[in-house]
């Protein structure tokens, strides 16, 4: 193939743009074909291997859907796809839509954890959602076989799936009211619970996102976010497909060994950008080019309009940190676009309104926390960002313990309803019953509402209690982040049962210092930092390097670190060697 045939999908063509207002998916696929625009894989420099339009997508997603139908796929069956990012998943995931059969995506292996925890992974979620056959790229055909042989499925790479007959056959017509695809949310490793999304769930959730940051003429979605995760597949596959958006992608694997691959391909990018990404993906670019001078003659950030900001706490001051690094290549800190969302709700809840950039505000912890405030230590705060409005058609309530609905800066549980939200936990009646009452769902999540837009605080159940006291893990992190050395990440807090049966909070910090007795100091040091934040003496663990666990989306897993260490599995340095 010669470079001249590598062209990327264009950003605009004459047909006329249409916002998701499709009855399924399925329409959303077959107008999206009738473009020029479409997908385009780049290698790990950011260099173009494929394009591949929507016309391409559907004729392969046409044909795939035959070969699934002789295979014995049929409507409400379940096919799980490990989601490489590919022209073969995204065929797949439409040719399981076509046929009435609900795509499951499953994440790929990660850096973190050894074989046996992957099959252990993809054997629990096989599970879970109970498929008929298991897809996935040959390259890891020998742990994706062994977790189908462990389950008791079929297991096929999509090399040797494409090679099955593709005999003529009526394909589904879709309802809006079928389930579209099963989603697992990032952290669904040990008791996975698969989100059902109906075609109307996720068109009307894509058409409040597209709506919500005004995507239209020359826009382009520039992405390196994993497929198996909500704000990858649906805010980066699904949605420049029902908006007919060209996107252009590298793999999320790549991203962590080239992080500014992702820069360069939005500053190739001739389009307006809109690209989107954790906390950590911008601290990330953020560090790695702080030692740089030539930032402005490497990058053009001054068209991405859309940096998108979700599935974690946004951090106002890496926020900052990226700005203060790549203001001299044009990017303006209006485009930051921070948002709230979850997997349960398809994807997006709120949204900040395009250009209105970071907005915080500073909460007392006691606060944050429900405590009284204590007069006799200084008023400690925490910068907490604004996450926008509802979505349109969606609604969002603070609610106390009670149930009953709070009024403007006062905290509590975030519910929301709307068509976007999921239609249940699959097979789990229990689960669904817990958090959908009414058609509302209870988020999970903690948060406060000031003139319609949202402001959230953290998860109700990451919150450390002790003798009655509430400390949000996320501010020990954050006050121990502070000492010298120390990355986002690097820390994880949770409460512990001590030897004399009362709580106290532990802290696992990942050490660098090789000396034993700077690593003592430095035990100290974060004994002493923690104690100023929860007024209490607490457990330090350092433990080494790369130790703590990450959900396949990226974010710190503390539920996984509290259980890897009680269970022996993290082991502490000795600070005698």
């Known amino acids: 193939m010669t470079d001249a045939v590598l062209t990327p999908t264009p950003n605009d063509c004459d047909l006329p743009r249409r916002r998701s207002d499709f009855a399924t998916f399925t329409q959303a696929i077959d107008y999206a074909a009738q473009s020029e625009k479409g997908l385009n894989f780049h290698d790990m420099r950011g260099m173009l291997e494929r394009s591949y339009s929507f016309r391409e997508l559907r004729e392969d997603a046409v044909k795939f859907a035959r070969q699934l139908v002789g295979a014995g796929i049929g409507y409400n069956d379940r096919v799980a796809l490990v989601a490489e990012t590919s022209h073969e998943f995204a065929a797949l995931f439409c040719a399981c839509v076509y046929v009435g059969a609900w795509p499951v995506p499953l994440p790929l292996p990660t850096t973190f954890g050894g074989k046996e925890s992957y099959i252990d992974q993809l054997s629990v979620q096989l599970e879970s959602s109970d498929p008929k056959m298991l897809i996935y790229p040959a390259e890891i055909a ?13 297991g096929e790479s999509w090399e040797d799936f494409a090679k099955r007959p593709d005999p003529e056959c009526e394909l589904y017509d ?14 669904s490793t040990r008791f996975p619970t698969g989100v059902a999304v109906t075609h109307e769930a996720l068109l009307h ?42 996107v252009d992608y590298i793999k999320t694997e790549h ?39 030539n930032v402005g003659d490497r990058f053009d950030l001054s068209r991405w309009r859309t940096a998108g900001n979700g599935a ?86 603070i609610r106390g313990e009670s149930g009953a609905r709070r009024g403007d800066h006062q905290i509590g549980k975030v519910w929301c309803r709307g068509k976007s939200v999921m239609h249940s936990y699959f097979r789990n009646e229990e689960a669904t019953r817990d958090c959908l009452v009414d058609g509302w769902l209870d988020t999970g999540d903690m948060g406060y509402m000031a003139d319609g837009y949202l402001f959230i605080v953290g998860r109700a159940k990451d919150m450390i209690i002790i003798n009655g006291k509430n400390h949000w893990p996320q501010d020990i992190e954050w006050a121990v982040e502070q000492l010298p050395g120390f990355n986002h990440g690097d820390i994880a807090a949770f409460s512990i049962e001590t030897e004399n049966g009362e709580e106290a909070p532990a802290v696992l910090v ?15 040091q974060i004994a002493d930092k923690v104690r100023g934040v929860t007024g209490m003496s607490c457990v330090v663990e350092l433990v080494p390097p790369r130790t703590l666990p990450r959900t396949s989306s990226g974010k710190l897993s503390r539920a996984k670190a509290k259980r890897l260490y009680l269970a022996g599995e993290i082991q502490p340095l000795d600070l005698a060697a």
């Open 142 to 154: 020998e742990l994706a076989k062994a977790a189908a042989d462990r389950q008791g499925c079929e």
């Open 174 to 187: 879709a309802k809006p009211e079928d389930i579209c695809y099963l989603q697992y949310s990032s952290g």
């Open 205 to 246: 959730n894509l058409y409040g996102h597209a709506t919500g940051v005004n995507l239209g003429k020359n826009d382009r979605v520039v992405s390196w976010l994993p497929w198996y995760h909500d704000m990858g597949l649906v805010g980066c596959l699904l949605s420049p497909i029902a908006n007919q958006a060209s």
């Open 255 to 293: 991203f962590a060994r080239r992080p500014l691959a992702w820069l360069d391909l939005i500053s190739r990018n001739q389009g307006n950008t809109l690209s989107y990404s954790p906390t950590f993906g911008y601290d990330i670019c953020a560090r790695r080019i702080s030692s740089q001078s």
């Open 312 to 397: 974690d706490m946004i951090r106002p001051d890496v926020m900052q940190s990226f700005v203060n690094a790549f203001a001299e290549a044009g990017f303006k800190a209006k485009a930051f676009t921070p948002s709230y969302g979850l997997a349960e709700a398809t994807l997006a809840v709120t949204v900040m309104p395009p250009g209105e950039g970071i907005r915080v505000e500073l909460v007392e912890e006691e606060r944050l926390s429900g405590q009284p405030r204590d007069l006799n230590r200084p008023a400690r705060y925490r910068a907490i960002v604004n996450c926008g409005r509802a979505l349109p058609g969606m609604e969002v309530e």
């Open 510 to 524: 990942h050490c660098r210092v090789s000396d034993p007795e700077e690593r003592i100091k430095l035990r100290d």
